[in-house]
């Protein structure tokens, strides 16, 4: 838990969120400002500020996040189709939010390359 970081405070419960799944390592909930018909946020719940600060020790947290990410797809009939698991790095990534989190999006069509 870091002190001022809005998702340590959604994991805990501290700012209450639509959320779609929990287990021991891992929180989800629906983005506030959803950019696909379904938008779900999957954060570890260890606080790591970005995909450039992790770890080696964070590596089964991060592996596990793509296991719920595929278990989460699933339950969506709208994710039947396929689906995008993207995370923004960094400020020219497009970061707003500094708790790693990875965007599970579904539901339409995808351009490529991205914006
Ligand atoms: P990023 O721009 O990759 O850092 O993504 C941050 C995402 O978090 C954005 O899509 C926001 O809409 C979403 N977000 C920020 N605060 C909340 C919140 N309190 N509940 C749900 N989603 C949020
Ligand atoms: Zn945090």
Redesign the pocket.
Known sequence: MSDNC?FCK?ADGE?S?HKVYEDEKVFA?????PQAPVHI?IIPKKHINSLETILEEDEAVLGHIQIVASKIAKRFPEMKKGFRLIN?CGLDG????FHI?Y?LLGGRVFAWPPG
Not at 29 to 33: A, E, G, L, S, V
């Open positions: 809005s959604i700012i969120s909930f629906k983005d506030i400002n946020i923004n497009g970061q707003t939010v989190h965007h």
